[in-house]
């Protein structure tokens, strides 16, 4: 598993890597661009290869693309598809030339609309979207399940998958915070399995392709979207080490996307301590696999 943080890109692109290797992170997550405009940013030819160059002479192996928030994809208003279009394109090329490994997407909301003709639409934008780039892998994220939010169950995930034509490009991030707060229970490895074995089930093989790893501040189907500190929410420490030690899930990145003691997001002992957890988590299953003595 590459586990990381998301870092910010500003004063360049390599920026961001500098960031992820001060964190000792194996994976880093990025905006491409403001989150709280709709403007694009666009780097010329030598950011993206000054970007792949530091890559390259560090630790950091995957790349993740964080599409802004202002998008969605499900919208009744025109308008507001046709930038979510315009801007998750965008996100989508970019991460062919910078070589990300997937572009994460809120899938949209039906805010208090018809969810099923809400999904509909996202389909047909994000259909739309991956016609319009290629190379770079789209990867939808889980949600909390507050609101109309779309992709609170894996079957939602699913049928947005299903309404986008199943394109081999469509994958799914798994939020480890938006799991416990729409109501999957994962904060022991056996509820943890048997949540993944629902998701494997629902989406089909090979369709889990990323990871964020966050705390919650809020129980157990709470439908609440607020991210603790790693161990310092409902799932602690060991429903932490449960989510990253899962088996299907150790050829993933994992990013972490927690606010830090002084809001300015998840810091290098963080990194370190879910890379522990991870590994505990790891010993504790080992053990619970061996015959009992005879």
């Not at 030819?45 to 995957?62: I, L, N, T």
């Not at 915070?177 to 074995?197: F, N, Q, W």
């Not at 830090?260 to 370190?272: C, F, I, K, L, N």
Request: aromatic share 2%; glycine share 12%; proline share 4%.
């Amino acid at each position: 598993m590459l586990i990381g943080a998301h870092v910010s890109p500003a004063g360049g692109l390599p920026k961001a890597i500098e960031r992820g290797v001060e964190k000792g992170c194996r994976a880093i997550q990025i905006f491409n661009q403001s989150p709280r405009m709709w403007r694009p940013t666009t780097y010329g030819e030598g950011d993206v290869e000054a970007f792949r160059s530091a890559m390259q002479d560090s630790d950091v192996d995957a790349v993740l693309i964080h599409a802004v928030y202002l998008l969605n994809c499900a919208s009744e208003d025109a308008e507001i598809r046709k930038k979510s279009l315009t801007s998750l394109t965008h996100s989508l090329r970019t991460g062919a030339r910078i070589g990300a490994c997937g572009v994460v997407l809120h899938p949209g909301s039906a805010k208090t609309g018809h969810v099923g003709r809400a999904i509909t639409r996202a389909g047909k934008t994000i259909a739309k979207a991956l016609s319009d780039s290629e190379g770079c892998d789209l990867h939808l994220e889980n949600t909390a399940g507050a609101g109309g939010t779309l992709g609170r169950t894996f079957e939602e995930l699913a049928q947005l998958i299903e309404a986008a034509g199943g394109d081999e490009r469509l994958g799914v991030c798994l939020d480890s915070c938006h799991l416990l707060a729409s109501g999957y229970d994962i904060r022991t490895p056996a509820k943890m399995d048997e949540v993944l074995c629902q998701a494997i089930a629902a989406l089909g093989q090979g369709r889990i392709r990323s990871l964020h790893l966050n705390d919650s501040q809020t129980p157990l189907g709470s439908n609440r979207d607020k991210h603790a500190n790693i161990g310092e929410g409902e799932l602690g420490e060991r429903g932490c080490g449960a989510f990253l030690s899962a088996p299907p899930l150790q050829d993933l990145p994992c990013v972490l996307e927690t606010p830090g003691h002084d809001r300015s997001g998840p810091t290098r002992e963080e990194v370190q301590l879910a890379v522990k957890l991870r590994e505990r988590g790891l010993r504790a299953r080992s053990r619970s696999r061996r015959p009992a003595a005879q």
